[in-house]
């Protein structure tokens, strides 16, 4: 199947839109301090088809830095470089059922990192890309350059957030180390914990996330620049991952409630992925308790059912 046509889309996006708006549930986050001067009450959505048709309703230009919801992204170009399967072999694909920034994350496991939607794998997944690059400058370039093509623009960082949060990562820098102890990061952990955090300082809009979404759920093709960014077979797996750990110690809630992949991020992101059919991106810094946007959570799990998309629904 594909999505429902351009003006029932519009009809009811613009909807789930307006009615989230009389929610203030949820705080912004503050511990990346820049992060704190976000418009609570901001909201922004965006469905991007596999044709490439975009639905875009609410604060669509407003830019944010885009967090955690980098963390799938970077693990596809892994995966492109290495392998699916000795990508999970170094950074694991179970569900940590624990918060993003969980030092447990690392202790849990033999393999040493649980999973790469959390802090801990997610920096390894980084620091494959130092083994890929040779260093982590050319680690970052691939990044840069593998983002923004998952995109279809250029993206870059956004200066403030990226030195705010270098000051202020410390607990980064001790998952990194942590993991470094058991060999489980290559190089030096402060190079994988700075090419990390720069990553999460890029500076996105909601359709350009809905885009990266879309490009995962064409099987790697952007739908709007016809580019290949990464393998079909490393889409699945991806998906696969986020659907265990996207959206944290919330992940089972969210596939219980919206029954697709998806990633969330301290900034108030979203992205969820329609497997063939779409990717739908949300975006009100207003977080809950597992950090996961409060509006974000309502008007995904309104459109899923409404759009029919739920991948376990037998139609
Ligand atoms: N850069 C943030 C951090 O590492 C990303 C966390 C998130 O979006 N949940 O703390």
Redesign the pocket.
Known sequence: GSLPGEETVRALVTEAHADSLGVHEGLVAT??PQLAEADPDACAVSVVSVAGRSVEVGDIGERFSI???SKPFVLALACDALGADRTRDRLGANATGMP??SVMAVELNEQRTMNPMV?AGAIAATSLLVEVGGDGDAAWRLVQAGLSRFAGRDLAVDDEVYAC?SRT?L??HGIAHLLHSYGSVHGDPDVATDV??RQ?SLSVDTHDLAVMAATLADGGVNPITRERVVRESTCAKVLAVMATAGL?EHSGDWLWDIGLPGK????GAIVTVSPGKGGLATWSPRLDEA?NSVRGQMITRRLSIELGLNVFASR
């Open positions: 511990y990346i967090q955690s919801v993003f920034n802090n949060e990562n607990r980064n990390y955090t999460c944290y969330s991020g301290v900034s950090g």
